[in-house]
């Protein structure tokens, strides 16, 4: 069965999209890996699929979020961004709701092109995040190699974030897989790194669950900025420089974590869908 798709991303952050709003497509968890694999399928950070918003849920459409390895995920801050800027293009308004198995997500498309995301409230407690044993979450006691005394935080999916003098000089890539899987996360966790650059300015490389280094996360990055605040190393906003681009954070007074960046297409296609197994 022939499917289209999009190539999109936010700041990097790729996303395979499929529109399931007219009919189930078969988008199994082992389909949706073989399509996200980078070197026999499309590839991908996360694999989306719109679906009919739930009766009553005053959504716009659902938002299904799968990670490379097929297992869902519970938010995207990034690929929110991308399906509000596709349902805006559809429909001519510049708010909309899109929900996800964590719960609705306000956007609003800005005049400047750009998508800001209401992500909600983090969820700062051992058991919301969740721990493993009980914890204070803004001193958690793991540590690898050079890096020690994360934060951590739940933006509809479990971070912990590790600051360090010199991200640069940071060795990410051996550090996140093994602190992914730290026995203290019992659904393992997004991994952040963060160096403080000013107030309102922060450096951010996230091991992401599932999917492993990518160029941007949009929930790690609302973390981020939650860990660090809450740390008193920065305010309440500020803009997160990650390798594919900056976002802007902002803990609003309320609770809520508003996150704004871009979007862009990438590309368009057409997949037969009985090349990938279910």
Partial sequence: MDAPFLKMHGCGNDFVVFDERRGALGLTPGRAAAIADRHAGVGCDQFIAIEPPPPGSNADAFMRIRNPDGGEAGACGNATRCVAHLLAAESGRRQLVIQTISGLLPAEILTDGRVRVDMGPPRLGWRDVPLAAPADTLHVPLAEGPVADPAAASMGNPHATFFVADLAA??????????????????????????????????????????????????????????????GLTGRRAAVLVDGGALEIEWREDGHVLMTGPVATAFRGTLDLDDYAP
């Fill in 170 to 231: 940071t060795p990410v890539e051996a550090l996140g897989p093994r602190l992914e899987h730290a026995a203290i996360f019992p659904d393992r966790a997004n991994i952040g790194f963060v160096q403080v650059l000013a107030p309102d300015r922060i450096r951010l490389r996230v091991w992401e669950r599932g999917a492993g280094l990518t160029l941007a996360c949009g929930s790690g990055a609302c973390a981020a900025l939650v860990n660090s605040a809450r740390r």
